[in-house]
């Protein structure tokens, strides 16, 4: 099973392609679109098309996973955040992909167990999950978000009872992460 995740956004797109067999999960490639911001819009919206579609033609995913819009105070980000996500999903359906959609929550929740997951917990446990190292991937979390949707789906996909590696928990996180934890007395 190949699954191509996407963190939409109309200057930064991430995207990942992950192989998944059962528990097993191997990163096949992860990358972020970016689009420079003095490009017109329906530029920008191409641009995200043409390289997913790219993306697409060359690993050939089984399936296509989304992350569904947040509803931020800026109402234009929301709606541009919606064109973004559209191009992306037309870009799956146009090859005939199935396309499923999960909000921020889910995905969080789904790699971390928490739905209140910062970044840098999502980071490091994607990071975790697939036995790569965390300071090979970008700051930028467009990536890091871009693969936990593809590893959202492929859980779900697994009925959602994933077993986690050794290690891959709050406490490991906590252990090696000590002054971005408060903790509670």
């Known amino acids: 099973m190949i699954i191509l995740g996407v963190d939409p956004g109309t200057l930064f797109t991430g995207y990942a392609v992950i192989s998944g067999v059962n528990e097993k999960l191997k990163m096949l490639c992860c990358d972020v679109i970016k689009i420079p911001a003095k490009n017109n819009f329906p530029i920008r919206l191409k641009q995200i098309y043409d390289r997913l579609v790219d993306v697409i033609e060359e690993y050939k995913p089984d399936e296509f996973a989304i992350?569904?819009?947040?509803?931020g105070k800026n109402v234009q980000s929301t709606l541009k955040l919606g064109h973004a996500r559209g191009v992306s999903i037309l870009a799956a359906v146009n090859k005939q992909i199935p396309t499923t959609e999960y909000s921020p929550r889910e995905v969080k929740k789904s790699v971390s167990g928490l739905g209140?997951?910062?970044?840098?917990?999502?980071?490091f446990?994607?990071?975790r999950i697939l036995n790569i190292d965390i300071n090979s991937l970008p700051k930028q979390s467009d990536i890091s978000d871009a693969i936990a949707v593809a590893i959202c789906h492929h859980n779900r996909m697994l009925g959602g009872n994933v077993k986690k590696s050794k290690g891959s928990n709050w406490e490991v996180y906590v252990k090696e992460n000590p002054k971005k934890v408060k903790v509670q007395k």
């Open 116 to 123: 209140a997951a910062s970044k840098e917990q999502v980071k």
């Open 67 to 71: 992350e569904t819009a947040y509803y």
């Open 125 to 127: 446990m994607v990071c």
